[in-house]
């Protein structure tokens, strides 16, 4: 099994960027899919979830109305648009894979927003 994650990069405040997780090697349809991510000297936090269907999704405070989560289980593929970014975004983000007890995470891809 193997997530991974791409579209991070070096982006303004103010700026959008779209992140994406691949998957292979599971089920991915079976999987309800999240975004964590993890700032230098913090721990990794929970930004968004994705049930199996993507008829419920979740919004941690600090992104609601900014960022959005989706999935499209035909290509195995999941996503998290990430609008009106703020200095406060940047951190390293992960997607993670999960139908318990299995669950696999990505090798992170890293948002920077700086002027």
């Known amino acids: 099994a193997q997530l991974v994650e791409s579209g991070g990069g070096l982006v303004q405040p103010g700026g959008s960027l779209r992140l994406s997780c691949a998957a292979s090697?599971?089920?991915?349809?079976?999987?309800?899919m999240s975004w964590y991510r993890q700032a230098p000297g913090k721990e990794r936090e929970l930004v968004a979830f994705?049930?199996?269907?993507?008829?419920?999704?979740w919004y941690a405070d600090s992104v609601k109305g900014r960022f959005t989560i989706s999935r499209d289980n035909a290509k195995n593929m999941a996503y998290l648009q990430m609008n009106s970014l703020k200095a406060e975004d940047t951190a390293v983000y992960y997607c993670?894979?999960?139908?318990?007890?299995?669950?696999?995470w990505g090798q992170g891809t890293q948002v920077t927003v700086s002027s």
């Open positions: 993670k894979a999960y139908r318990p007890p299995e669950m696999y």
């Open positions: 090697g599971f089920t991915f349809s079976s999987y309800a």
């Open positions: 994705i049930s199996i269907s993507g008829g419920t999704t």
